[in-house]
């Protein structure tokens, strides 16, 4: 949302040059509380912050004095302007003053200033230098020290938990009144974020970590506001809406994360070796854990179901077993495919791979006996772990170059959407 005539500046400091940061204080309804918080925040950013700043007052609608309180603020204090919205909404607020802010990092907090600010410089400090995107404060780290009560407590460990469940994030805490963010990411990413109340932040964290971008969290010491305006069954319900929305555009494939990321994204950690794939040597390493796994359980079945099936039979079934453990595993963690989609055809592709193994190891048996005649447990064991080693070796490549492979594509969406388990 762009400062439209009816959301134009009403009042602002002039600075020589774009401030570091812009701290911005959406606020609804706050005379009361709104000159003493900027006041204490003014001389707090003024005494202790090493960069340049602006603070921001976003009144989004108030009807009460929260306009002229904020006006007589921007004429009082340098480095303070104020900002009119005609409709309500917190969300709304931040996109308007984000969108058109001039400077290179964008906070925003409560105006109640439940947040101890000794945690402003390590919210920034990771976004000025480059090394994250965005950064959150959490109530919900173990470092963090909150005074909060038991209601307060159990609705945002719930509301982040069934985040995790729903939409696979990995952030802490969504909804602390804390966060930052680089101004270019904030203009990539705001065009595609649809909520305009409470939900707003949270959509914005789970489209930043989809496409890929580094989120900083920052433990926080935190007192709850016992005067809070929030309206808890209001606000639930536009995020369970918010939720189900983001829910049916990742299924859907209506929100351009692929691009994002690629526009965006942090770059994966692959070595820099001339002539070697991207993934390959993360490929290779994931590959042999699960093919040491895999071996330690195809032998464990081998030996316990000898006795009862004889040598070759025992060698089918044991490889059978793990060889749809080992496919399964390699799918989700070494090649990065999760979901349903072409599971069954991977498991088939798998099973023709098995066929290969099945043909070295059994083969090698064959000739074992030929060879030799009757041969001990432990002489059969080593013959077997020969073969399975040349059988590893065919497995991995037919599973990168045919089960496996995909369009570039795909790939990319497969990194975007959690192929770094």
């Not at 919205?85 to 001039?102: H, I, Q, T, Y």
């Not at 041969?375 to 490549?397: C, D, H």
Request: proline residues 5%; hydrophobic residues 50%.
């Amino acid at each position: 949302m762009s400062l439209t005539p009816d959301t134009i500046p009403i009042a602002r400091s002039a600075l020589p040059t774009a401030p570091v940061v812009d701290v911005v204080i959406p606020v609804h309804n706050e005379e009361n509380d709104l000159g003493p918080c900027v006041r204490r925040l003014h001389h707090l950013l003024s005494t202790a912050l090493p960069y340049t700043f602006r603070i921001t007052i976003a009144d989004n609608a108030s009807v009460d004095a929260t306009a002229s309180v904020a006006r007589t603020l921007a004429a009082e204090l340098p480095r303070v302007r104020s900002v009119h919205l005609s409709e309500k909404g917190r969300g709304r607020a931040l996109r308007a003053v984000w969108s058109e802010s001039d400077a290179a990092v964008l906070v925003y907090m409560d105006v109640d200033l439940s947040t101890d600010l000794a945690a402003l410089l390590p919210l920034i400090a990771p976004l000025i230098s480059g090394h994250s995107d965005l950064a959150i404060g959490t109530r919900l780290h173990r470092g963090a020290r909150v005074v909060r009560g038991a209601k307060r407590e159990v609705i945002s460990r719930g509301y982040n938990l069934l985040l995790r469940r729903a939409l696979a994030t990995r952030f802490s805490d969504a909804q602390c009144g804390f966060k930052a963010i680089r101004a270019d990411v904030a203009r990539r990413l705001l065009p595609f974020v649809q909520d305009t109340g409470w939900f707003f932040d949270t959509e914005l964290l789970v489209l930043a970590e989809r496409a890929g971008l580094r989120i900083h969290e920052v433990p926080v010491d935190w007192i709850d506001d016992p005067d809070s305006r929030v309206d808890i069954v209001a606000t639930a319900k536009a995020d369970l809406r918010g939720i189900a929305r983001l829910s049916r555009a990742f299924a859907t494939g209506a929100l351009p994360i692929a691009e994002l990321s690629a526009q965006l994204g942090r770059a994966p950690l692959e070595p820099r070796t001339p002539g070697v794939p991207a993934g390959l040597t993360r490929q290779i390493v994931r590959f042999a854990a699960i093919g040491a796994t895999s071996t330690i359980a195809y032998l464990v079945l081998f030996l316990l179901l000898h006795p009862a099936m004889g040598a070759q039979a025992a060698n089918f079934a044991a490889l059978l077993l793990t060889a749809i453990g080992n496919t399964a595993a390699n799918r989700r963690l070494t090649f990065g495919i999760r979901g349903r989609v072409d599971q069954a055809r991977h498991q088939l592709q798998g099973l023709l791979v098995f066929a290969v193994a099945l043909v070295l190891t059994s083969g090698s048996l064959g000739l074992l006996h030929s060879a030799a005649g009757s041969v001990g447990r432990s002489t059969e064991l080593a013959v077997l772990v020969a073969a399975n080693l040349a059988a590893t070796v065919v497995r991995f490549v037919l599973l990168r170059a045919w089960v496996f492979r995909r369009p570039a594509t795909a790939r990319t969406n497969a990194v975007v959407l959690g192929g770094t388990s």
